[in-house]
């Protein structure tokens, strides 16, 4: 999914003008840029939360000459962290298009060639 059809899906349920979203979902993104940029984490309840995480100096080979290695520098780097509601839903999104607690409920798919006539 891209920005444009993250703004068509937004504008669709809302009933706002795609411009109208267009500039709050752009808006939506600077701010988490501008926080992570800042080191600071941002959590969004039942998604997940953003953060900025050191990465360690690493010693790797050089890919044009296998025999060399090469200091990787530590560096920071942007992570994203689902949350468990997020998982959940990722998890149970089939073909059946339950919920996790609607699912919860109904039976486990069969494991592939499995013989239920048995």
Do not use: C
Request: hydrophobic letters at 40%; proline letters at 6%; zero cysteines.
């Amino acid at each position: 999914m891209t920005k444009a059809d993250l703004v068509d899906r937004v504008a669709s349920k809302t009933g706002l003008t795609k411009r109208d979203v267009a500039v709050v979902v752009e808006a939506l993104l600077e701010a988490i840029k501008d926080a992570l940029a800042d080191h600071r984490h941002i959590e969004i309840r039942e998604f997940g939360t953003f953060k900025v995480k050191q990465r360690k100096a690493s010693m790797k080979y050089n890919p044009r000459d296998r025999s060399q290695k090469v200091i990787v520098p530590a560096k920071m780097v942007p992570v994203f962290k689902p949350s468990k509601f997020l998982k959940e839903k990722v998890n149970w999104s089939d073909d059946r298009g339950t919920t996790p607690a609607e699912g919860a409920a109904a039976s486990p798919k069969p494991a592939v060639g499995s013989d239920s006539a048995a």
